[in-house]
């Protein structure tokens, strides 16, 4: 797999993680490789992993990382993959990210991409963030939608969800520095740790991505 382009793209919650991964897979025509997705995906496809995550998820616990391997493996074999994958949300800690290295063969991931955001600027995009329970669409908490409590997509409840209130957010960038932040220094012993600055518009934040892999000849 080592001709294919995957990426791991890295950063605290509300840096832009999703937005940057499908905006890389939208231009460099990748597979986006989500475990929340993948996750939702095997429990609706009722597949024999998926009956398993189901069983744990119901059961309350969390599920393991050798589930969540099998499952990404799964992932890209699958056909939209075959030119490569943006990893997003995977691998959260190093176990997993020497599964990955398992996975796709020696140099298969050849690029992380840290996007980088001060917890205060984290703190504040989640607790003014805003979700659809139905279809899962954002708004920022001064959005029509937001003050009427109603999508404009699809009519359902727009809500705050508990993990974006700014005690549970603190709570989640501790877990983020203890479990994620060893992952930094692996892919950096790689050579393949790119920092980019999460505090600047979309555009800005995607177009110096793009430069990174230019310069790396990856594009």
């Known amino acids: 797999?080592?001709?294919?382009?995957?990426?791991?793209?890295?950063?605290?919650?509300?840096?832009?993680?999703?937005?940057?991964?499908?905006?890389?897979?939208?231009?460099?025509?990748?597979?986006?490789?989500?475990?929340?997705?993948?996750?939702?995906?095997?429990?609706?496809?009722?597949?024999?992993l998926g009956l398993e995550v189901k069983s744990v998820l119901e059961s309350g616990q969390l599920v393991s990382d050798d589930l969540v391997?099998?499952?990404?493996?799964?992932?890209?074999?699958?056909?939209?993959a075959a030119r490569g994958a943006v990893l997003d949300g995977f691998p959260r800690n190093i176990?997993?990210?020497?599964?990955?290295?398992?996975?796709?063969?020696?140099?298969?991931?050849?690029?992380?991409?840290?996007?980088?955001?001060?917890?205060e600027l984290v703190i504040g995009r989640l607790s003014s963030r805003r979700v659809c329970q139905e279809c899962g669409t954002i708004y920022k908490d001064t959005d029509i939608a937001a003050i009427s409590g109603t999508c404009e997509v699809c009519g359902g409840d727009v809500v705050q969800r508990s993990d974006?209130?700014?005690?549970?957010?603190?709570?989640?960038?501790?877990?983020?520095?203890?479990?994620?932040?060893?992952?930094?220094?692996?892919?950096?012993?790689?050579?393949?740790?790119?920092k980019v600055n999460g505090d600047q518009s979309v555009e800005k934040v995607a177009s110096d991505i793009d430069a990174l892999l230019h310069g790396r000849g990856l594009t």
């Open 69 to 80: 391997n099998k499952l990404v493996d799964d992932r890209l074999k699958e056909a939209d």
């Open 1 to 48: 797999m080592s001709g294919q382009l995957n990426l791991v793209v890295l950063g605290k919650q509300g840096a832009g993680k999703g937005t940057q991964s499908q905006l890389l897979c939208d231009r460099h025509s990748l597979a986006h490789v989500s475990t929340g997705d993948i996750l939702r995906a095997a429990v609706q496809a009722g597949s024999p």
């Open 95 to 119: 176990e997993q990210a020497q599964a990955l290295e398992r996975i796709l063969g020696e140099g298969g991931i050849k690029l992380c991409v840290d996007i980088e955001l001060p917890n």
């Open 164 to 194: 974006d209130k700014p005690e549970v957010i603190r709570q989640r960038l501790e877990t983020f520095e203890r479990d994620t932040l060893p992952l930094l220094s692996f892919y950096e012993s790689r050579g393949i740790l790119v």
